[in-house]
């Protein structure tokens, strides 16, 4: 009796621990939110190093006006559409121009005090019926092309990654290796209020990105290769979207939303949330790291439980991982022992 009354009481604690950071609290909470494993997912040395992001690649860029460069088939695909798109309103723009400096000029009364008396022109009426179908045609069909091409399903091979937006971070699940789950939250920025307690501060390692867009633990993925990315949300609708790779998606409680992310080269990418969803929807961005396979493998086998192609990892790596992973790391309370992180303190001691 006793015992099932703690461990009952415990599952409360528990939950009401988990509430407090999904739920109304949070809010309250806005900058004292306690932090969820965020190292759950840290790198184990010498087997996995997050990668240095390239200034300008996969983030905004100081008086950018445009897109920013695009790292997938799609995006480079919206990326010409919209450039063409604007080729063509600014000729039109500039034709009507021309024609109205031109009937204000010639066709004022001083200029030509006695009006023609024309009222139709076949040839004429034709022409500017044909001209603008043609062109709408011309826009239609690479637009519906992009629609269909950004819907397309993935192949029945492709990785699956699962995405759930939270109030206010990300978690990553990878039911194809194992099903382990990364949480992932923005890293504080020195000199202002705390935002994810027990988070490291931005530039703290050399290998972090700028401010507000990095997090401690990125979307791993493979470089050159259809990824399913399948998206929800736990508590109100967040969306996924990163704009160098040519990818929104909006998150939603209780749904699933499906589309195939693929990234051309290997590189850092980032987003943020990109739907309205509270206190802190400015404060969990997105990092996706995209690495060629047999790193990504590396990345993959650095998590407790790990698989790759259904093979549990090799023994070395399981080794190497079990010691660490039997005594769960601070903060990741939240997260079952079996996730916590191969080989954290290494990681921390760089
Ligand atoms: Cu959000």
Redesign the pocket.
Same mark, same amino acid.
């Given at each position: 009796m006793t015992l099932g009354k703690i461990s009952i009481g415990a599952g409360r604690v528990r939950r009401a621990l988990g509430l407090s950071f999904n739920g109304a609290l949070a809010s309250v909470l806005t900058f004292a939110a306690p932090a969820m494993a965020q190292d759950a997912a840290a790198p184990s040395a010498g087997s996995y190093t997050p990668m240095k992001p390239t200034p300008g690649i996969g983030m905004p860029v100081d008086g950018g006006i445009n897109l920013q460069q695009q790292f997938s088939p799609t995006g480079e695909y919206g990326e010409w559409l919209h450039h063409g798109l604007l080729w063509i309103c600014l000729i039109i723009s500039l034709f009507v121009l021309a024609l109205l400096a031109i009937v204000i000029v010639r066709f004022n009364r001083r200029a030509n005090p006695v009006p023609s008396k024309t009222s139709h022109n076949t040839v004429l009426e034709v022409v500017w019926t044909l001209a603008p179908v043609l062109i709408l045609i011309g826009i239609a069909v690479p637009s519906i092309d992009l629609i269909a091409k950004q819907y397309k399903p993935a192949p029945k091979t492709a990785l699956t990654v699962k995405v759930t937006?939270n109030q206010?971070f990300w978690t990553y699940g990878y039911p194809d290796n194992g099903d382990f789950e990364v949480i992932s939250n923005m890293l504080n920025i020195p000199g202002q209020p705390v935002v994810n307690n027990g988070v490291r501060e931005v530039g703290s390692k050399p290998w972090d990105g700028p401010s507000h867009l990095e997090v401690d633990n990125r979307m791993v993925v493979p470089v050159g290769e259809p990824i399913r990315l399948q998206i929800t949300a736990t508590d109100v609708i %967040?969306s996924f979207a990163v704009p160098s790779l040519w990818f929104k998606l909006d998150a939603v409680p209780g749904r699933i939303n499906e589309k195939v992310l693929f990234i051309e080269k290997p590189g850092v990418y980032y987003g943020q *949330?990109s739907?309205l *969803?509270g206190a802190k %929807?400015g404060y969990?961005p997105i990092a996706v790291e995209a690495l060629p396979r047999d790193k990504y493998n590396a990345w993959v086998l650095t998590h407790a439980g790990a698989e790759i192609d259904g093979q549990k990892k090799p023994a070395a790596a399981a080794e190497a991982a079990a010691a660490p992973a039997a005594a769960p790391a601070p903060g990741s309370s939240e997260a079952p022992a079996s996730e916590a992180p191969a080989g954290e303190a290494t990681a921390e001691a760089e």
């Open positions: 937006g206010w %967040h *949330c739907e *969803c %929807h969990m």
